[in-house]
């Protein structure tokens, strides 16, 4: 079982920059390979990123690619998401999730463990 808490979610304006963090809990999170996912209100939850539980290879959509970075840190069993150059269009509750298997990393029910969200708000 994994627990998954994100933060640092907020109000930016338009060029700026957040940190997303996602806590997990239990013994085995390099096991895991991790993801952020966004949904905006009236839409479906979309890929922004992923990370294999090694940290080795990284994955992004094209619309974050060049602005967004994943990485991760296992001895604190954290996933982070830097995010740059912010657009209107980044605005979203954006979501941490973890799945074992290494395929697949843009499909949303690929992955067995979801944190609670945290919402991002980029003002133009």
């Known amino acids: 079982q994994v627990q998954l808490v994100e933060s640092g979610g907020g109000l930016v304006q338009a060029g700026g920059s957040l940190r997303l963090s996602c806590a997990a809990s239990g013994r085995t999170f390099s096991n895991y390979a991790m993801g952020w996912f966004r949904q905006a209100p009236g839409k479906e939850r979309d890929f922004v990123a992923a990370?294999?539980?090694?940290?080795?290879?990284?994955y992004y959509a094209d619309s974050v690619k060049g602005r967004f970075t994943i990485s991760r840190d296992n001895a604190k069993k954290t996933v982070y998401l830097q995010m740059n150059s912010l657009k209107p269009e980044d605005t979203a509750v954006y979501y941490c999730a973890a799945r074992s298997g290494s395929t697949s990393y843009s499909v949303p029910n690929r992955y067995d463990y979801w944190g609670q969200g945290t919402q991002v708000t980029v003002s133009s």
């Open positions: 990370i294999s539980g090694s940290g080795g290879s990284t």
